[in-house]
């Protein structure tokens, strides 16, 4: 079975200085910070301290007992080699000022694009629990826990994938409706 921890689980996990968990988000994470940090103007050694130091904020974070992340661990990652990253090429003075940056980093957009992808994860985690049972799990077995149609048919009792897979793309459409219906109601358009 390929099932991977929930992320709140692998926060647990890394707080207790799990070296399981350390591998999975190296392996998840690793190459998107290595290209940020390579495209602009750094190296593979760079990249690999960047995510060192990023897993180190995230795990004193986790560590403090407090810590609630409201987005993906990836994306907190990102974020957090980003700044970082950005913080290091002004150390090094490869830039005179901030504002050199602005042609490497879309810091503004960045952040604008970061808030709208929080608001939209939101508002799918309000829809996912609006969506009610079996939708959910059986929509979390097939995105989040990565099962085949077939497994899903037989751990929900459907009678084959064919029926499972009909089933998920009609759970889909209700989630997609509830979606879209709060964020109308938001106003978020």
């Known amino acids: 079975m390929n099932f991977e921890p929930s992320e709140s689980k692998l926060l647990e996990r890394l707080a207790q200085n799990d070296r399981e ?11 998107i910070i290595q290209s940020l940090v390579i495209t602009n103007n750094g190296t593979n050694e760079d990249a690999r301290d960047i995510f060192q130091e990023s897993m180190v904020v995230l795990y004193e974070k986790c560590r403090q007992g407090n810590f609630e992340l409201n987005c993906q661990i990836s994306t907190y990652l990102y974020s957090v080699a980003k700044r970082l990253w950005l913080k290091r090429l002004n150390q090094l003075k490869k830039f005179d000022v901030l504002n050199d940056t ?27 629990e609006k ?29 084959n994938a064919d029926n499972a897979k009909t089933q998920k793309y009609k759970c889909l459409q209700r989630l997609k409706k509830i979606f879209f219906t709060q964020k109308k109601l938001v106003g978020d358009d």
Not at 151 to 158: K, L, Q, R, T, V
């Open 102 to 128: 602005a042609e490497y980093f879309d810091v503004n957009g960045d952040l604008t694009d970061h808030e709208q992808n929080e608001a939209s994860f939101r508002l799918m985690e309000i829809s996912m």
């Open 131 to 159: 969506l009610g049972e079996p939708c959910r799990s059986l929509l979390e077995a097939f995105y989040l826990q990565k099962k085949g149609m077939q497994e899903i048919a037989e751990d929900f009792g459907y009678t």
């Open 21 to 31: 968990v350390i591998g999975i988000l190296y392996r998840k994470n690793f190459r």
